[in-house]
């Protein structure tokens, strides 16, 4: 079992930067990939990026590419989200998710944080 919870979201002004992090408890989090999704208003949740358990491992979106990075230290049971050059269109709900494998898929991830908001204003 991985209990997950996201911080580190809060209003920004674009082309800012903001870090979120997500805590997680339970042993076994170096076994899972963890990803970053995000939800706009009114809009479907999206994957943004994910990192293999070792961390060796990267992807991410298009339109976050080049802007964002993610990263994890196991020690400490955290992965983080780098997000810089920040927009309007980034305005979202932020979750972090744990998965077996390195996937983009909502499905194919076993846990869920809570979610931490995000907003970038013009």
């Known amino acids: 079992q991985v209990q997950l919870v996201e911080s580190g979201g809060e209003l920004v002004q674009a082309g800012g930067s903001l870090r979120l992090s997500c805590a997680a408890s339970g042993r076994t989090f170096s076994n899972y990939a963890m990803g970053w999704f995000r939800q706009g208003p009114g809009k479907e949740r999206e994957f943004v990026a994910v990192i293999r358990w070792s961390g060796g491992g990267t992807f991410f979106a298009d339109s976050v590419k080049g802007r964002f990075a993610i990263s994890r230290d196991n020690a400490k049971n955290t992965v983080y989200l780098q997000m810089n050059s920040l927009k309007p269109e980034d305005t979202a709900v932020y979750y972090c998710?744990?998965?077996?494998?390195?996937?983009?898929?909502?499905?194919?991830?076993?846990?869920w944080g809570q979610g931490t908001q995000v907003t970038v204003s013009s």
């Open positions: 998710a744990a998965a077996r494998g390195l996937t983009i898929l909502p499905s194919e991830y076993d846990y």
